[in-house]
């Protein structure tokens, strides 16, 4: 069964660093999401992408966010000076359409600032 | 104001017997659709079962059902014959029909299985 992939599964960085996450959708699927879970939290979303655009974000995907569509595999999510409270699991999700009735989740990155 | 609200921080449940998470949710959307993860320790979200606003009956995915009561706004998941490997978070969540497909999420239930 296809599944989405991402690495790493635990990314550990400095204060002010940046990160780059990475996330290969399923295949044929059209539209991409990136989320994040604070450790005990609720998971927000982030961003969603389509036709190599972003078409939605949150108001927690500030400057510091970028997404990414480098090739036809790979969906990437850049922290550019990351802060302790970027400390989360981040989950990449992809569907075939916007009104799917699943989204796919990845396995997640957990991502740890010091 | 809440747009999903999960009003059960933890539930315990015998092994075996029947449980129900509790999900309300708010929206002025006609169009929208509810879903349900499980989120074991190990971290990865599973997708269990989905329902349409337009879908006439409850949806129902092997030991999963979804009581849909649109009227008064509820999706509460039904869990038949628990099992320990059901213990998890559990999180009920929304996508609003004029979004691009975002996720709204509760904020989870922690179902405990005892033996």
């Known amino acids: 069964e296809p599944e989405v992939t991402q690495t790493p599964s635990h990314q550990v960085t400095q204060m002010g660093q940046e990160v780059i996450l990475r996330c290969v959708p399923i295949?044929?699927?059209?539209?991409f999401y990136w989320y994040r879970q604070i450790l005990g939290q609720k998971v927000e979303f982030l961003v969603s992408f389509y036709n190599n655009e972003i078409s939605e974000k949150s108001e927690i995907f500030d400057d510091q966010f970028s997404v990414e569509r480098p090739d036809g595999s790979n969906f990437t999510l850049k922290i550019r000076s990351t802060k302790l409270e970027d400390s989360a699991m981040y989950f990449c999700?992809?569907?075939?359409?916007?009104?799917?009735?699943?989204?796919?989740f990845g396995p997640g990155t957990r991502l740890t600032v010091l | 104001a809440q747009k999903i609200t999960q009003t059960q921080p933890g539930m315990f449940v015998q092994e075996k017997e029947a449980v129900t998470l509790d999900c309300t949710y708010d929206t002025s959307d006609p169009s929208y659709g509810l879903f349900w993860y499980k989120q074991p320790s190990s971290g990865e979200m599973i997708f269990l079962i989905y329902q349409g606003s337009y879908d006439q009956q409850n949806a129902t995915e092997g030991r999963y059902s979804l009581n849909f009561q649109k009227a008064r706004k509820s999706a509460n998941l039904v869990i038949s014959a628990s099992q320990l490997g059901d213990s998890a978070m559990y999180f009920c969540?929304?996508?609003?029909?004029?979004?691009?497909?975002?996720?709204?999420f509760g904020k989870g239930t922690k179902l405990s299985v005892k033996p």
């Open positions: 999700a992809s569907s075939e359409r916007y009104d799917y009735n699943e989204q796919f």
């Open positions: 969540a929304m996508r609003e029909g004029g979004s691009q497909g975002n996720l709204i």
């Open positions: 295949s044929n699927h059209l539209y």
